[in-house]
């Protein structure tokens, strides 16, 4: 079955970098378009990143555009995602989910990693 | 990259029917057929449950349905069951290639 692990989530200083893992398996990783969503605290879902199944094409979110990249290890089945200057407003648990199609269906979510930016 | 507009909440009592609106732009829900919603229960990671505006996965209930007219999608629940309870987004593909949630609904079953 479809399997999605994230790893690297902590607490992390305001202006820091960190970097989330998620661990594939279950299915032709090499296939599916991967994203990376967070959820703040009591808040709702919002959108961060998308990588491509090649890993040509990556997408970001206003909100990270300039500090986030979203990488891929397709031999490894894994996808990554780099914070770098990283603000409170960033605290969030972060979903790695699978792409059904390439339109954003995500119809596999890992079960999140939490990033504490805190001072 | 404005989320898209959801009701904050609704109820509805077992049995009934409740309907969640989601209003976007031309960029977005009006100009794809590419609008998807999910559930999440509390703690939990979200669950799909329509995608393409109105298909559903396998396994997932017929009492949802999806429908959609110009800039707004709508998400059906028929039947509501205590189970239900839940809060719910939807999602569109942009013209930019990304998504964007919806800012959520917190359904309640009376």
């Known amino acids: 079955q479809v399997q999605l692990v994230e790893s690297g989530g902590g607490v992390v200083q305001p202006g820091k970098s960190l970097r989330l893992s998620c661990a594939a398996s279950g299915f032709n990783f090499g296939s599916s378009a991967m994203h990376w969503v967070r959820q703040a605290p009591g808040k709702g879902l919002e959108w961060v990143a998308v990588?491509?199944?090649?890993?040509?094409?990556?997408y970001f979110a206003d909100s990270v555009k300039g500090r986030f990249s979203i990488s891929r290890d397709n031999s490894g089945n894994m996808v990554y995602l780099q914070m770098n200057s990283l603000t409170v407003e960033d605290t969030a648990v972060y979903y790695c989910a699978r792409d059904l199609d390439t339109y954003g269906y995500f119809d596999h979510w890992g079960q999140g990693t939490l990033v504490a930016v805190s001072s | 990259q404005s989320a898209l507009t959801q009701p904050a909440s609704v109820s509805g009592s077992p049995g009934q029917s409740i309907t969640i609106s989601c209003t976007g732009t031309r960029s977005d829900v009006g100009g794809f057929n590419y609008v998807s919603w999910y559930q999440q229960h509390p703690g939990k990671a979200p669950k799909l449950i329509i995608y393409?505006?109105?298909n559903r996965p396998s396994g997932v209930s017929n009492r949802f349905s999806g429908s959609k007219s110009g800039n707004t999608a709508s998400l059906t629940i028929s039947g509501l069951q205590a189970e239900d309870e839940a809060d719910y987004y939807c999602?569109?593909?942009?013209?930019?290639?990304?998504?964007?949630f919806g800012g959520g609904t917190k359904l309640t079953v009376l």
């Open positions: 999602s569109s593909y942009t013209s930019s290639a990304t998504s964007l």
């Open positions: 393409d505006v109105s």
């Open positions: 990588i491509s199944y090649g890993g040509a094409n990556r």
